[in-house]
């Protein structure tokens, strides 16, 4: 202990005002422990936990958001499906319709060309009856405009 004091001695220390100071600063950190630092944290734990709750549901409303996003996708890829299939489907009645539409057309027209066939027909076999019929007398005809 006489090192110590011998210490204090030649560095001109004195205890009573050391003591003193650190009684001071004890009293002090008590007096601001109970006028400013409780209250501060206080406020920056309350501050921390509206942030902190703030932030969750922030990311809880962002999960939410995200899963109705997927969940609208979804319901616009079938929506589009099904409206292709229905478009699909009404052009493939429209394309029945048209070829049935098509097919009487050509078996109209086909019919008009076979009547039309055979009108010519007969008329050929008319007028091939009317030159056999006449046939003698062509020929006679004819030699007689090959001798003279």
Not at 28 to 36: A, I, R, T
Not at 63 to 80: G, R
Not at 132 to 142: A, D, H, P, R, V
């Amino acid at each position: 202990m006489s090192i110590i004091d011998g210490l204090f001695e030649s560095l001109e220390i004195n205890l009573k005002i050391v003591g003193t100071q650190f009684v001071i600063i004890v009293v002090l950190y008590f007096v601001l422990d109970f006028l400013f630092f409780k209250k501060l944290l206080f406020v920056l734990v309350h501050r921390e936990s509206k942030t902190t709750k703030l932030e969750e549901e922030a990311n809880k409303k962002l999960v939410e958001a995200e899963s109705l996003s997927s969940e609208y996708n979804k319901k616009l890829q079938d929506l589009a499906a099904e409206v292709y299939k229905t478009v699909q489907g009404q052009k493939q009645e429209i394309d029945d319709k048209e070829k049935e539409n098509l097919k009487k057309a050509e078996d109209q027209i086909n019919l008009e060309v076979d009547k039309q066939r055979k009108i010519i027909r007969e008329e050929v076999d008319m007028k091939r009856e009317g030159v056999f019929q006449n046939k003698e007398s062509l020929s006679t005809t004819l030699v007689d405009k090959l001798i003279n």
